[in-house]
């Protein structure tokens, strides 16, 4: 592992035990103790010690920060369902929208078309949700939960019903259902199937029928796009000239996939094979194209593309298609993990039958008889059929113009405070919101889990709960069934890290790890008080194992550190620990000795 490690002019030293490096500053603790650990520190810090803020300033987007989460169990367990399923009706419609619109179809006749809007819009609601995703679902089911009767309308311009989005980079690619990409359901790690919407059809009340339906309920309008907001009359216009008043609004827009400036100058030759991957029609198209072409080339190595490349590298295998990834950082997720762990992550990537190209940054692309041309700075060529950009995401904000809200300049996003408000009753929630953390400052976060908590928030406080941000969001990434990472914090390659390591065994792996939580989706259950209760307590565990030189990263704790506190904390292969996580890094004490910080999580003991 030595050679993997960047010798620091003048504050670390290196000690190879058994073959091992176990590498720290020297005016830092040393481990002569029990535990392996790892120190990475980014070479810019090995001159001049400066360690990183909140986040990273001016790169929008790009924070490969944080996280945390929150308290439902799983989105899609609901507790407050008002209506029944009749009986004998096929419980889950797939065709999700569709469903509900031959629903609403069928009950139009019932509902008078207010004036001077669509037919079956009520021309006001009490609550109104704008986006229809992880964020916006979540609010309705916490605003639902604090009022029972409460009236929710969910307007998206996506034309499917509110569902999570990390399935269709992972699960649903492992798929043996030749009919995945209609069903949309897929097989959890664990084994138990289930869909990607949160919701049937039967759960959400038709449209026209919000403003009388007895006890409220949630109902969602599809494919139709918020593109006014009038914030002093309350009203939203639609992009069919539609108008709704509200009393409270939630802004849940999300992001939409950056392009790479080297594409958009391509012509439209190039943007045709081009796949920005978020949303369903995107699985369904790349699945499609993945059993048309010879090559696909993925443009970035965060964990979208690191996701994908895995999905589609294991297709390599028995297909025949060459799957190539590229990026411009030393290794797979290398703005998130310490160089040497970013590394075997490319090695492991690349076991899955992905050709990795780590330093490769793009200059052109053309077309050049039937293949597309990828030219490298550095002069390199890549041939390839389909590109798949994951390079990054930009917050949907174009309803700051006319409702007269503040972008934050540095990280993008609608600038709410720590009660995810942006105006008297405007709430702002999910990957389009640069919130104040009471704790970690100023953020934006793009992850599930962040999406339900915050979510989770914003239909609290637009029932007066005035709550802060309290609870920090996890996020996770699963390079297949066996490789996975749970973080949490600010997670920024670029702070010194310690990683603390020990031998995984068979039950340490994501699929594991489902089946022992039972949900499937890794968010955390978590209340308030449950999480003042976790109580830290070592272990007693025997002396750990010291790794030998060449063996996997098995699972481990790695620290990232500022000053002497930890800021962030992944757990690679290591699961169901984040409430340890979460209070280590609440109670943002300086610690002098980690290995007795790592025995917290009890990692040898199973
Ligand atoms: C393929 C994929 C895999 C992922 N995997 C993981 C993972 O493993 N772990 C993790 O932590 N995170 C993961 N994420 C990130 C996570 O899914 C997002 O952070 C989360 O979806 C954000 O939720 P949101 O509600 O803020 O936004 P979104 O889910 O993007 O929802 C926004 C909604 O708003 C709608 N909308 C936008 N503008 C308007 C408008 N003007 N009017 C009406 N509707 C509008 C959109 O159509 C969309 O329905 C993944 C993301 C993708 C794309």
């Known amino acids: 592992f030595g050679s993997e490690l960047t010798v620091s002019k003048t504050s670390r030293f290196n000690l190879c035990i058994d073959g091992v490096f176990l590498c720290c500053f020297s005016n830092e603790l040393c481990s002569s103790g029990t535990l392996l650990q790892r120190w990475n520190v980014p070479p810019d810090l090995q001159l001049s010690r400066q360690v990183a803020g909140t986040g990273v300033p001016g790169k929008k987007g790009t924070n490969s920060v944080l996280v945390l989460i929150v308290g439902l169990s799983s989105l899609g367990a609901g507790a407050y369902v008002s209506r029944k399923v009749v009986p004998g009706k096929k419980l889950h419609d797939d065709s999700s929208a569709s469903g509900l619109q031959n629903k609403q179809n069928r009950l139009s006749h019932l509902s008078p078309a207010a004036p001077g809007t669509h037919p079956k819009v009520p021309s006001h609601v009490p609550f109104l949700l704008i986006g229809g995703g992880t964020a916006a679902f979540a609010a309705a089911r916490s605003i639902r939960a604090r009022d029972p009767g409460a009236r929710v309308l969910i307007v998206s311009e996506d034309p499917a019903l509110p569902y999570m989005r990390p399935p269709l980079s992972k699960e649903l690619w492992f798929s043996d259902d030749p009919n995945v990409t209609e069903t949309l359901r897929f097989k959890q790690w664990n084994g138990k199937e289930r869909s990607i919407y949160f919701q049937p059809p039967s759960f959400y009340v038709p449209v026209e029928d919000l403003s009388s339906v007895e006890n409220g309920g949630v109902a969602v309008l599809p494919g139709k796009k918020v593109v006014h907001m009038d914030v002093r009359g309350n009203t939203v216009k639609l992009s069919d000239g539609t108008q709704i008043s509200y009393d409270k609004c939630l802004i849940a827009t999300g992001g939409s996939p950056r392009n790479l400036p080297a594409i958009e100058r391509a012509g439209k030759d190039v943007q045709k094979r081009l796949t920005l991957f978020r949303k369903i029609e995107d699985f369904r198209r790349l699945e499609k194209i993945s059993r048309e072409v010879k090559s696909i080339t993925i443009i970035g190595g965060g964990f979208l593309g690191s996701e994908l490349a895995c999905a589609l590298g294991r297709r390599a ?9 590229l990026f411009p950082e030393n290794g797979n997720m290398g703005k998130v993990l310490p160089e040497y762990l970013s590394n075997w992550t490319t090695e492991k990537v690349r076991r899955e039958g992905v050709n990795v190209l780590p330093n490769a940054v793009v200059k052109s692309v053309s077309v050049s008889g039937n293949r597309l041309v990828i030219k490298l700075k550095d002069g390199r060529k890549v041939e390839t059929d389909h590109i798949v950009a994951a390079v990054g995401l930009e917050p949907n904000v174009e309803l700051a113009k006319s409702a007269g809200l503040e972008v934050d300049s540095d990280f993008g996003g609608f600038r709410v405070n720590a009660e995810l408000q942006a105006r008297s009753n405007i709430w702002v929630a999910g990957d389009a919101a640069c919130f104040y953390d009471i704790k970690l400052g100023r953020r934006r976060v793009e992850h599930h889990d962040h999406a339900v908590v915050s979510g989770r928030l914003a239909g609290e406080n637009m029932t007066g709960a005035a709550k802060p941000y ?39 792996t994501p699929k594991s790890a489902t089946e022992q939580s039972g949900t499937g989706i890794r968010s955390e259950s978590e209340t308030e008080a449950e999480a003042s209760e976790v109580q830290l307590s070592e272990s007693s565990s025997p002396t750990p194992h010291v790794p030998t030189q060449g063996e996997d990263y098995g699972k481990g704790v790695i620290f990232y550190l500022r000053d002497k506190v930890v800021v962030g904390i992944v757990l690679w292969n290591i699961f169901n620990r984040m409430p340890i996580a979460r209070k280590i890094i609440k109670d943002g004490e300086e610690h002098e000795d980690l290995n007795e910080v790592a025995k917290l999580f009890n990692i040898h003991e199973d």
């Open 317 to 325: 295998r028995t297909r025949g298609l060459e799957v190539i990834q």
């Open 470 to 508: 309290w609870h920090q969001s996890m996020f996770w990434s699963d390079l297949g069934p066996n490789v996975g990472y749970e973080a949490i914090g600010l997670v920024d390659s670029s702070l010194p890290t310690v990683g603390v390591f020990a031998k995984a065994t068979a039950k340490d």
